[in-house]
C-alpha cells in the first residue's frame, strides 16, 4: 500500500507539471498582454513598470520556476485584476462560498441518485424503472445553464418562492444548490441501478430470495451493500469538479465564489490566477482519485490479495 501510495503521489506531480506547463506555454503563445493599451490607458514607462513589478520582463523558464517554487508553498503571487490582494487571500474569499453551495449541491444530487438508482432496482422493467431512468437520462443530458434559468423561471418568477440571484442568506442559497444537484444525480443513479442489478444475479443474493427474506432487506443489507464500487467511481471525481465552481451556475445566480475567475483569468490575461486556478483544480482531481483506489483497497480484501499477489 505504501509504495502504491507513492507511485500514485509521483504521478500525481508529474500530472501538475505537464497541466501548468500546457497552460503556461498556451497563454504565452497567444498574442498580446495583460497590460496593452487596449485593456488599459497606460503610458510605455507604465507598462515597463508593471511587467517589471509582476516579473513579465523575465524570460519564460524565469517565470514559470517562480510560479512553481510559489506554488509548493501556496503562494501565486497577485492578481492583476485585482491590484493589491495576494491570490491566496482572493482564494480564501471565494473558495469557501463555491464549496458551501457546491457541497450541499453534490450531497443533494448524491443522496436524491442514490434513492432513485435503489428504486429502479427494486421495480425492474416497471413503469417506476421507465421513469426514473427517463428521469436519468433528462438530467444528465440538460446544460446546468438550462437547468439554472428553468429554476429562475419556475421558482422566481412564477412562483415568487426563492430570490432570482445574490447571496445574502440561506434563501439565496437554494437555486443553486437545486442547479448542482442536477449535476450528480442522473450519473449517480444510472451507476446505483446498473450496479445493483449485477450484484442482486449473483447466487448468494439467489439463495437470501430463497430463504424468504423480504425484498427490500435483500436490496438494502445484501445487494446494496456489495454494489458500492461502481457509486464510488462516479461520485467521488465529481468533487474537485463541482466544489471548485461552476461558471455557468454562478453567473446566472451571481453567487461570488470562484467559478467566475476561471473566464475573467483568461479574458483579462491574469497569468497568476489562470495558473492556480489549473494547479488547484489538478491537484483536487489527482488527490480525488488517489483517496478513491486506496478506499477500494481498503473496502475490498480481494483487492489487497490480488495486489500482493502480483
Do not use: C
Request: overall charge positive; glycine content about 8%.
Amino acid at each position: 500500500m505504501a509504495r502504491y501510495v507513492v507511485v500514485r503521489s509521483l504521478s500525481l506531480v508529474v500530472s501538475i507539471l505537464i497541466a501548468t506547463v500546457a497552460v503556461f506555454a498556451i497563454m504565452h503563445a497567444i498574442p498580446g498582454g495583460p497590460f496593452d493599451a487596449e485593456k488599459a490607458p497606460l503610458t510605455a514607462a507604465q507598462q515597463a513598470n508593471l511587467m517589471r513589478f509582476y516579473g513579465l520582463d523575465q524570460p519564460l523558464p524565469v517565470q514559470y520556476l517562480r510560479f512553481l517554487g510559489g506554488a509548493m508553498h501556496l503562494q501565486f503571487g497577485y492578481s492583476y485584476q485585482e491590484p493589491g490582494e495576494t491570490i491566496t487571500d482572493l482564494l480564501a474569499q471565494t473558495w469557501p462560498v463555491s464549496a458551501l453551495v457546491g457541497g450541499m449541491g453534490l450531497l443533494l444530487g448524491i443522496l436524491l441518485g442514490l434513492a432513485l438508482g435503489i428504486a429502479a432496482a427494486m421495480y425492474r422493467n416497471s413503469p417506476i424503472d421507465y421513469l426514473l431512468t427517463t428521469l436519468a437520462v433528462v438530467t444528465t443530458t440538460l446544460p446546468p445553464y438550462i437547468v439554472s434559468i428553468v429554476l429562475v423561471l419556475i421558482f422566481s418568477l412564477a412562483l415568487r418562492w426563492f430570490p432570482p440571484s445574490g447571496w445574502n442568506g440561506p434563501s439565496t442559497w437554494v437555486l443553486p444548490t437545486l442547479a448542482y444537484a442536477f449535476i450528480p444525480v442522473g450519473s449517480v443513479m444510472r451507476y446505483t441501478r446498473a450496479s445493483m442489478l449485477d450484484v442482486a444475479s449473483r447466487s448468494y443474493v439467489v439463495v437470501a430470495r430463497a430463504k424468504g427474506l423480504a425484498r427490500s432487506h435483500v436490496m438494502t443489507r445484501h445487494v446494496l451493500r456489495n454494489a458500492w464500487r461502481p457509486i464510488l467511481t462516479v461520485t467521488l471525481p465529481l468533487v474537485p469538479a463541482i466544489m471548485t465552481g461552476s461558471i455557468l451556475v454562478e453567473s446566472i445566480f451571481r453567487v461570488p465564489g470562484l467559478g467566475m475567475y476561471f473566464v475573467t483569468s483568461i479574458s483579462k490575461r491574469d497569468y497568476p490566477l489562470e495558473l492556480a486556478l489549473i494547479f488547484i483544480v489538478t491537484l483536487l482531481t489527482g488527490v480525488t482519485f488517489l483517496v478513491t483506489d486506496i478506499l477500494y483497497t481498503l473496502l475490498d480484501p480481494r483487492l489487497r490479495l490480488s495486489g500482493s499477489a502480483a
